[in-house]
């Protein structure tokens, strides 16, 4: 049987958040905690999207904050399915900060999170395949298997001489 396709299109999410002086620090900056918050439940809506399953949240990429979010800022998560591999699929989280009375946009954060599909005892099930249609969609499914040879690794899951696609990235001899 092979498995059922989808593109990312329709696991897309998008959330808006608008930053409360509860989720502020105390420089009136968005707590990264908070943020962190937000991404995950993006992102597992977006994966539930694509699995029509449970999913649970396997790993996050490195989240670098490029820019603060203040208080009063509108905050704009996107969130689709860039590759699924059998029981897993990788989504993509970008966020975008908007302080509308001054007319000011930045780009804060993209990162991105790793999520099994589960059925309700647990147990992981497979998922859909993700087919990109853009550009775009093509590049981030073609960086996937990259990024999750290099989540394995750091897991401690693969070694690195077995990382055939980052092999070239590390100049990593066969043993």
């Known amino acids: 049987m092979s498995r059922k396709k989808k593109t990312p299109k329709e696991s897309f999410v998008s959330m808006t958040e608008l930053v409360l ?15 962190m918050h937000w991404m995950d439940v993006v992102s597992a809506i977006a994966g539930q999207k694509h699995c029509n399953s449970i999913v649970v949240t396997a790993s996050v990429d490195n ?16 969130a689709r399915a860039t590759r699924s591999f059998n029981s897993s699929v990788e989504i993509r989280i970008d966020v975008d900060a908007e302080n509308i009375p001054e007319g000011a946009k930045v780009e804060s954060n993209s990162a991105y999170f790793t999520f099994v599909a589960v059925d309700k005892n647990g147990k992981p099930v497979e998922v859909p395949e993700v087919v990109p ?13 990259r990024r999750r040879q290099l989540r394995l690794i750091l897991s401690g899951r693969m070694k690195p001489q077995e990382a055939n696609e980052l092999k070239s990235l590390f100049d990593i001899k066969k043993e």
């Open 21 to 35: 002086p509860n989720d502020t620090n105390t420089l009136n900056n968005l707590m990264g905690g908070r943020l």
């Open 63 to 78: 989240i670098s904050f490029r820019a603060p979010i203040q208080l009063g800022s509108v905050v704009t998560l996107r």
């Open 133 to 145: 249609e853009t550009p775009e969609e093509i590049e981030l499914y073609n960086g996937a298997l």
